[in-house]
């Protein structure tokens, strides 16, 4: 089955620097990869994602992600973070190859951006 | 576009009662998806309709659990009786599709679900 795994549990950055937010993963097929962030008391936001194509991937928010095969990363990066950035982020991943395949979600990073 | 519409927002309960969360998806979006999600926790998928059919239960407890999407719009999802671990987050989301092509999938803002 396919899994998440986000071995952070929080990331902190200053203001202003480059945040970076973990993610690996584990299919048995090609993956589709998929980053949400969660700010409090509200459902996720779709942030990006990766089916195929380019590795580098751009989204919202100014938030990009590099998929890397051979390493099985799909990390989540912003090259100034904002402290609207402080928030709750997830990683996903479903397999490309079984079209109903439920998407797993990892455990989450909480990132704190300090002013 | 309007976004997935949950209600009640908070339902605090005691253990053994029954309770129903209601969802509306995106107007269009054939597929629903119900998760839970436990403090600390990502999302952990319960029950996935495919317009008014049932593609993924597999983790749905159905012995206290139930869902349904009649006329494949919005569906309602039922515990009974509660259990003082089923409380969490109960997360509605819609996406166009659900099959091979990746679709993105869009959230509610949940039903916080606390059982005493």
């Known amino acids: 089955a396919q899994s998440v795994a986000q071995p952070e549990d929080q990331v902190n950055v200053a203001e202003g620097n480059p945040l970076t937010v973990k993610c690996t993963y584990s299919?048995?097929?090609?993956?589709?990869l998929f980053w949400y962030v969660q700010y409090p008391n509200r459902g996720l936001q779709f942030l990006l994602k990766?089916?195929?194509?380019?590795?580098l991937v751009k989204g919202s928010y100014g938030f990009e992600a590099e998929f890397n095969k051979s390493q099985t990363s799909f990390h989540l990066k912003k090259p100034s973070a904002l402290v609207s950035d402080s928030a709750l982020y997830f990683c996903?991943?479903?397999?490309?190859?079984?079209?109903?395949?439920?998407?797993?979600f990892g455990k989450g990073n909480q990132v704190v951006v300090i002013p | 576009e309007a976004g997935v519409a949950q209600s009640p927002r908070y339902k605090i309960i005691e253990k053994r009662q029954s309770v129903a969360f209601w969802c509306n998806p995106i107007?269009?979006?054939?597929?629903l998806y119900w998760y839970q999600q436990i403090l600390g926790q990502g999302p952990k998928l319960l029950i996935q309709?495919?317009?008014?059919?049932?593609?993924?239960d597999s983790q749905l407890p159905k012995d206290r659990f139930s869902a349904e999407r009649l006329k494949g719009v919005d569906s309602t999802l039922k515990i009974q009786p509660a259990k003082l671990e089923d409380s969490a987050v109960y997360l509605c989301?819609?996406?166009?599709?659900?099959?091979?092509?990746?679709?993105?999938?869009?959230f509610g803002p949940g039903t916080r679900l606390t059982v005493t």
């Open positions: 309709f495919q317009n008014n059919g049932v593609v993924d």
């Open positions: 989301a819609s996406s166009q599709g659900a099959g091979a092509a990746g679709y993105e999938q869009y």
């Open positions: 107007s269009g979006h054939a597929t």
């Open positions: 299919v048995s097929g090609n993956p589709y």
């Open positions: 996903a991943v479903r397999d490309a190859l079984r079209g109903n395949n439920r998407l797993a």
């Open positions: 990766y089916i195929t194509g380019d590795n």
